[in-house]
Nanobody, 128 residues
Framework: QVQLVESGGGWVQAGGSLSLSCAAS????????MGWFRQAPGKEREFVAS????????SYADSVKGRFTISRDNAKNTVYLQMNLLKPEDTAVYYC?????????????????????WGQGTPVTVSS
């Protein structure tokens, strides 16, 4: 079992920044690829970013590339999402997810179905 708790969400004006954290507990965190997803009101959950277990590979949705940065600290069992140049369309609940799958050291999945554990989410609101 893996327990995930997100924090750092809140309200920010367009052009501002927020930093999200996801603290993991339970089974060995360092062996899991991790991802961030988001779900806006009335929309489906969508991929935002992912990172391989060793941090060597990251992947981003086109909509956030160049503005968001995913990172992890395996010693602290924490994954981060630094969000810069935020836009109103980034408004959503942001979810952290852990994947038990393994497909090499640079496995950083983008598909919802590749993740087995999810946090409760943290809301982010970006005002124009």
């Amino acid at each position: 079992q893996v327990q995930l708790v997100e924090s750092g969400g809140g309200w920010v004006q367009a052009g501002g920044s927020l930093s999200l954290s996801c603290a993991a507990s339970g089974r060995t965190f360092a062996s899991n690829a991790m991802g961030w997803f988001r779900q806006a009101p009335g929309k489906e959950r969508e991929f935002v970013a992912s990172i391989s277990w060793n941090g060597g590979k990251t992947s981003y949705a086109d909509s956030v590339k160049g503005r968001f940065t995913i990172s992890r600290d395996n010693a602290k069992n924490t994954v981060y999402l630094q969000m810069n140049l935020l836009k109103p369309e980034d408004t959503a609940v942001y979810y952290c997810a852990a994947s038990l799958n393994y497909d090499g050291p640079y496995y950083s999945p983008r598909a919802f179905s590749e993740y087995q554990y999810w946090g409760q989410g943290t809301p982010v609101t970006v005002s124009s």
